[in-house]
């Protein structure tokens, strides 16, 4: 006498979206299993590529399960291996299989479940820090544009300067928040909006106090930070935003973050070969107040005995132009 097989204690069917994630699931009660648009089925899936009754799980004699396609037009998929009408085969470890358009899994008792994934839940932070980062954003942009017009300027030329950050870093909280709610079946836009603010803010402070550093100090060279201030905190604000995001791929994505750096460092790097120095100015274009200087100032004598490298070179390229200018006048 053969034995019947044993079916599992427990088991459900489960119909995947796009990203993988279960979007119904249905306990099975029965073996074997009916799969179809038929209210009669014991797994009902509204698909119009399904047929009324399309495919039927059984238990194999030896252990697993069996897909078996029933008459429809669409039939299936087992891994790569195309089913139609009347065809069976095995599922495979994890239970997966597609019937038409529809990807499906059969989970059991005995299958192994993936490790809990961590929930990532962010602290909750005072109410006014998103207001009180909007209001730094705000008057840095405007006290920077209060420096550039004349003083009876019209309210009207406050407000491109003023607007337009204030939309970007809206649009920019919300894409990611999007990208949030496709990945991770939420809209953290306040925690979003919170990130790019405080890199902004940051790069806004570091604007105003390198130069009156570099100043104070007679550290002109300082002013490279400057030059590398964006593309590091463009990286780490992409960073940050994609822990949210992606937070299982959070090292794949960095070194990714940190390679693209790199390379737009080093193009930068090459743009600039004829430049005196490599980042940043040689020399402050606009000088803070003088009460801000902790350094003695350097006579001009200095100032002359620098400049001594420069006029070698300058009369060098003097001499190369006028022989060049010569050749042409004696080939007229």
């Given amino acids: 006498m053969v034995d019947a097989p044993k079916a599992p204690a427990s088991a459900v069917v489960e119909l995947l979206g796009r990203d993988g994630r279960a979007t119904l699931v249905q306990r099975v009660t029965r073996w074997p299993v009916r799969i179809g648009r038929s209210p ?22 030896g252990g697993g399960v069996l897909l078996k396609l029933l008459e429809s037009r669409n039939g299936g998929h087992v891994g790569r291996q195309r089913l ?59 006290v920077d544009r209060w420096s550039a017009v004349d003083p009876d300027a019209r309210w009207v030329d ?67 930070l400057e030059s590398l201030a964006t593309p590091v905190a463009a990286a780490v604000l992409v960073a940050w935003h994609s822990r949210l995001v992606w937070p299982g791929a959070r090292r794949t994505l960095n070194g990714g973050i940190v390679a693209l750096l790199l390379l737009g460092l080093g193009l930068q790097v090459g743009s600039r070969q004829e430049q005196q120095y490599v980042f940043g100015p040689p020399y402050l274009a606009s000088l803070p107040p003088p009460a801000l200087r902790l350094v003695a ?26 022989e060049g200018f010569e050749e042409e006048q004696g080939g007229e």
């Fill in 158 to 224: 406050y407000a491109s300067p003023l607007l337009a950050p204030l939309a970007f870093v809206l649009a920019w909280a919300g894409l990611w928040s999007l990208a949030s709610q496709l990945f991770q079946h939420r809209f953290p836009f306040t925690t979003h909006l919170r990130r790019v603010l405080v890199v902004v803010v940051a790069l806004q402070v570091l604007e105003w106090t390198l130069p009156a550093i570099a100043y104070a100090f007679s550290w002109p060279r300082l002013m490279a």
């Fill in 297 to 322: 100032p350097k006579p001009p004598e200095a100032l002359i005995e620098s400049l001594k490298p420069l006029k070698a070179e300058l009369a060098k390229q003097a001499r190369k132009d006028n």
């Fill in 40 to 61: 009669a089925c014991d797994i009902v899936l509204d698909d119009g590529h399904l047929a009324a009754e399309h495919a039927e799980l059984r238990l194999a004699p």
């Fill in 84 to 142: 139609v009408s009347g065809d069976e085969a095995p599922l495979p470890g994890g239970g997966a299989f597609q019937l038409a358009g529809c990807s499906l899994r059969l989970r059991t008792t005995d299958d192994r479940l993936a490790p809990e994934h961590l929930l990532i839940v962010d602290k909750t932070r005072h109410w006014a820090l998103v207001p009180l980062l909007l209001v730094a954003m705000l008057f840095f942009q405007w």
